[in-house]
């Protein structure tokens, strides 16, 4: 997602270490790889589990057009059964998780757009409130204003995955444009291979 580009700079940048000292900066650098590859990749194979589930159960069946985010775990129950923990629970808990977690990381994105990249000083409460209302309030009212029809859900949900996808390189070529600059990142830039994958 587009604003987890900016929090993961950010993050790096919330670590003290003194940046003259090359060797603590790379330390700090080879910490950051290994974090969030791990995060990253802990993403990719559960969504790599979820979408070989629904692969597996619906290519080509009558359901499969009409499956959504509102309806996918009592199919998911119908197809597979229930068992000791029902998979209808499994399904609700894990689209809470991802809500959840893609609110937080857009809100710490917020807060550190505000308070570092922009240099807007504010308290801490009074940033935390202007950042979480702006990740909550749009979607109470969407939810309210949605609330009429599931399929619309299903449907805003498909375009906003497709306006995300448009937005990443308006995130991405800014980021790669400055951290290829000598001048800016020093011996820390990033070579041509990265550049250009």
Not at 29 to 46: D, G, K, P, Q, W
Not at 167 to 180: C, N, Y
Request: charged residues 15%; proline residues 4%; contains cysteine.
């Amino acid at each position: 997602m587009p604003h987890n580009v900016f929090l993961h700079s950010a993050l790096v940048q919330s670590r003290k270490i003194d940046p003259n000292k090359k060797g603590r900066v790379q330390e700090a650098l080879n910490y950051y790889n290994i974090e969030s590859t791990v995060a990253l990749s802990v993403t990719f194979m559960i969504n790599l589990f979820v979408t070989t589930v629904f692969a597996k159960g619906f290519y080509g069946t009558e359901q499969a057009n009409s499956i959504g985010l509102v309806n996918a775990g009592q199919y998911l129950e119908e197809k597979y059964g229930g068992g000791l923990f029902p998979i209808l629970y499994i399904w609700g808990i894990g689209l809470l998780a991802a809500g959840q977690s893609s609110t937080i990381t857009g809100t710490y994105a917020g807060q550190f757009i505000m308070g570092g990249f922009l240099n807007l000083r504010l308290k801490k409460w009074l940033r935390a409130l202007i950042t979480r209302s702006c990740a909550i309030v749009p979607t109470i009212i969407v939810a309210i204003v949605y609330n009429s029809s599931e399929g619309s859900l299903d449907v805003l949900n498909e375009w906003l995955n497709v306006l995300q996808s448009v937005q990443i390189p308006f995130a991405l070529i800014p980021l790669l444009t400055l951290v290829s600059k000598e001048r800016i990142m020093g011996s820390f830039k990033v070579g041509p291979v990265l550049e250009v994958s």
